[in-house]
């Protein structure tokens, strides 16, 4: 069956460092994949679109990376900041261009 | 605010109450969808609503109703509820159903079934 997986464990980083997110999936070839931010008790966030012919996205202080052959995408975070600290969430189109699905998402923490 | 607007926020009903769930967007999106979150599990798409017709539903027990008056507003309506319902509802919009734009989720109503 298809199957995102996202760590399920807390990523704790210091202040300035660059934290790393993994979202790996099984048995899709999704054409698009999406990364949001969700703080507790509120609904995610849109923050970044990669598409399965692009190989890295950028935006301000996020890059994200899309492995079509590992089916793997990076987050990365530079110059991390507490305000940071969220659960980080990936989704895929399960069928290609269509349903949005999500990962369980890794929550990350930013310590000063 | 994100441009989706869920009410109520919280929600607490017995297994015999009637109760529904509100989302309005005037962000001119065409898509709507309900989500729900529960702890330690992914995010379940629950129904999928496009130009107001029912495009998508996921195997919902039918005591969960929705309802799309109009491209702008969302209902789940709610009846004899089972404590294990008990999970963050939220409601999104897109452009259209092709996910090739992000969507815009509302904040949530926190449902907890007694």
């Known amino acids: 069956s298809q199957k995102i997986e996202q760590n399920s464990e807390a990523l704790n980083i210091q202040e300035g460092k660059t934290a790393t997110l993994t979202c790996n999936y099984t048995?899709?070839?999704?054409?698009?994949l999406q990364w949001y931010r969700q703080d507790p008790g509120r609904g995610p966030v849109f923050l970044l679109l990669i598409r399965e012919n692009e190989k890295e996205k950028r935006k301000e202080r996020l890059k994200v990376t899309f492995d079509t052959t590992l089916k793997q995408s990076l987050f990365h975070i530079t110059a991390s900041q507490p305000a940071d600290s969220a659960t980080y969430l990936c989704a895929l189109d399960m069928i290609r261009g269509d349903k949005l699905i999500f990962g369980t998402g890794t929550r990350l923490q930013v310590f000063p | 605010e994100t441009g989706v607007t869920q009410t109520p926020r919280h929600l607490v009903m017995g297994m015999t109450n009637k109760k529904s769930l509100k989302c309005e967007q005037h962000l001119g999106h065409n898509a709507m969808y309900w989500y729900k979150q529960s702890a330690k599990k992914p995010l379940e798409l629950m129904f999928v609503y496009s130009l107001e017709e029912r495009v998508e539903n996921n195997s919902v027990p039918s005591r969960f109703s929705p309802e799309c008056p109009n491209s702008s507003h969302l209902f789940l309506h709610l009846h004899t509820l089972q404590p294990e319902d008990s999970a963050l509802y939220l409601c999104?919009?897109?452009?259209?159903?092709?996910?090739?734009?992000?969507?815009?989720f509302g904040s949530g109503t926190r449902l907890t079934v007694v």
């Open positions: 999104a919009s897109s452009q259209d159903l092709l996910v090739n734009y992000g969507y815009t």
């Open positions: 048995n899709y070839s999704p054409a698009y």
